[in-house]
């Protein structure tokens, strides 16, 4: 059996309405970087929105407000994940004008993530 290199992460449902679904694959990525894992998380459809700056700022995942998701991007980002944006999902969801943090990574196609899941060194989450 192959042993796993790395870990891709797709988060494509959780829309910025929903901060307590976006924050469980973001934990996901940290602890896999814990493991010493190589993670990417691949940002796509509306949910690309979490990497527009200024969105995640004010965005909390539980009533308590203790931590936005913007400090899970932050932290991720300083672990070692890399955060990528689907290319499409720019052009779709992105307005001219608007920027991407800069913990962001860049831009891939739909075929990156498509890569990761036929590659057996490699495990894929979807949210």
């Keep these: 059996m192959t042993e796993p290199k790395g870990l891709a992460i797709l988060i494509c449902s959780p829309g910025v309405d929903r901060p307590d679904l976006c924050v469980t694959p973001l934990v996901h990525a940290l602890v896999a970087r814990a493991m010493d894992c190589e993670v990417e998380v691949h940002f796509a459809g509306p949910a690309i929105r979490w990497l527009v700056e200024g969105v995640s700022d004010a965005r909390y995942p539980t009533p308590a407000r203790e931590k936005p998701i913007r400090a899970f991007i ?3 980002a300083a ?3 890399r955060l990528l944006a689907c290319s ?5 969801w992105v307005a001219d004008g608007e920027r991407l943090v800069p913990e962001c ?3 891939v196609g739909a075929a990156a993530f498509v890569a990761r899941t036929l590659d057996p060194a490699w495990g894929t989450m979807v949210f």
């Design 88 to 92: 499409m999902a720019r052009s779709a």
């Design 105 to 107: 990574a860049g831009a």
């Design 74 to 76: 932050e932290e991720a």
């Design 79 to 81: 672990s070692g994940v």
